[in-house]
């Protein structure tokens, strides 16, 4: 199967993700491309429903270079014990070229498991601590600017109408199946592994 980041407002965006029950060699595949397609955007996360795969599973590589820094599969992540807060500066790679200033803990416990169903149990802070909560809360189906007060959303409501418009034409052309037919093709990923 080839991936792609789909692009807001694709449906499943929104989609809370499932556990992931079992991993197998197909899946292991999936994470490894997920991680490509990551450092082809020029990304330092991108999370499973943003590929259209609706599974509690995510990618991250603070550095966003392949080589530096520390890459992680995460399955089935937790994130307990905010503590301190920080604004700085989120985008998104299912919402090219929109950034906004995100409010979110600057340090939290990290509860996983990798690829290889090994259990990951770190405090983490700084950036990556920033990245790892933008991911997981893509996983229950939140985007960076569900954080955001009016104000703060109000300086990109055109760009995201923009994406809206251009998503719903595609639709109305028949290059895109509806939001309907997008959500029932997710439910063989959770037979397979949820």
Not at 18 to 46: F, T
Not at 81 to 94: I, K, V
Not at 142 to 166: P, Q
Request: hydrophobic share 40%; charged share 25%.
């Amino acid at each position: 199967m080839s991936l792609s980041i789909i692009p807001y407002p694709h449906p499943t965006l929104r989609v809370k993700s499932s556990p992931i029950r079992r991993v197998d060699q197909a899946l292991k595949d999936l994470a490894n491309e997920m991680l490509e397609l990551m450092y082809a955007a020029q990304g330092v996360g991108l999370a499973a429903n943003q590929v259209d795969l609706p599974l509690r599973m995510f990618v991250v590589n603070a550095s966003g270079v392949r080589g530096e820094g520390e890459e992680l599969i995460l399955i089935n992540p937790e994130l307990q014990m905010p503590r301190g807060n920080e604004s700085e500066q989120e985008g998104c790679l299912s919402l090219p070229g929109i950034y906004g200033q995100v409010k979110r803990p600057k340090a939290i416990r990290l509860s996983a498991y990798d690829i290889n169903g090994n259990a990951i149990e770190r405090n983490v802070d700084g950036f990556l601590a920033r990245v790892l909560q933008h991911e997981n809360d893509h996983l229950d189906g939140v985007l960076f600017f569900d954080r955001m007060n009016d104000e703060g959303r109000s300086e990109f409501a055109g760009a995201l109408d923009e994406l809206e418009t251009d998503f719903r034409s595609k639709q109305s052309a028949g290059a895109i199946p509806s939001d309907q037919d997008l959500l029932a093709r997710l439910d063989q990923w959770r037979e397979r592994y949820a």
